[in-house]
Every structure is written in structure tokens, then in C-alpha cells.
Nanobody, 115 residues
Framework: QVQLVESGGDLVQPGGSLRLSCAAS????????MGWYRQAPGKERELVAE???????NYADSVKGRFTISRDIGKNVVYLQMNNLKPEDTASYLC?????????WGLGTQVTVSS
């Protein structure tokens, strides 16, 4: 069984920064891909950023140049550094891990960007 626990969400002003963390209960190197998704009320869940086992990274066009995904294999944590936040970034951010024949999700952490 795999557990993913997100943290770091908060209320922040436009232009501000946050760093989200996703702590896994297993060694994250076993997963083919780990990623951050977000879902705003009334909208579909969308991919924000993902990182593969071999450290390839992929970003949604809307966050390129502002968000950075990274990982600490020793700590089993994946991070999402978010800079220059905009009101449209407001959403619940969920961590995902693909591997072991399944796709795992955390419960999410809320990010609200508002003045």
C-alpha cells in the first residue's frame, strides 16, 4: 500500500511563492512517474508538473517558467516550488504516483491566491 501526503498549501497574495511537499510512504524511486495535479471548483483535474524515474520533467504550459518540480529520493519527497503565483493558480493540489501496477493519489493541499 502506498500513501501520499501533501503539505504546504496556504493563502498567498498574487506574485507570492509557495513550496508544496508530497511525502510518500515508499521509496519514490520505485515509481515510474510522480506528479502534481490541481483541481479547481467546477473544473477538471489537470496536470501541473511531473517527474519521471530518470528525472525527466514535464510542465503544463500555464506554469512553465514559474513552477519547478523536484525530488529528494533520500527523504521520499517530491516538491513543487511555485513562484509568481496568480489567482488562476487557486486550486486543490494533489500528488500522484504511477507504479507497482497502479496509480496512487494523495488527498490534496489547498492553494489560494488572492489579495
Amino acid at each position: 500500500q502506498v500513501q501520499l501526503v501533501e503539505s504546504g498549501g496556504d493563502l498567498v497574495q498574487p506574485g507570492g511563492s509557495l513550496r508544496l511537499s508530497c511525502a510518500a510512504s515508499r521509496n519514490i524511486f520505485i515509481f515510474n512517474v510522480m506528479g502534481w495535479y490541481r483541481q479547481a471548483p467546477g473544473k477538471e483535474r489537470e496536470l501541473v508538473a511531473e517527474i519521471t524515474r530518470v528525472n525527466n520533467k514535464n510542465y503544463a504550459d500555464s506554469v512553465k517558467g514559474r513552477f519547478t518540480i523536484s525530488r529528494d529520493i533520500g527523504k521520499n519527497v517530491v516538491y513543487l516550488q511555485m513562484n509568481n503565483l496568480k489567482p488562476e493558480d487557486t486550486a486543490s493540489y494533489l500528488c500522484s504516483a504511477q507504479g507497482l501496477g497502479d496509480n496512487y493519489w494523495g488527498l490534496g493541499t489547498q492553494v489560494t491566491v488572492s489579495s
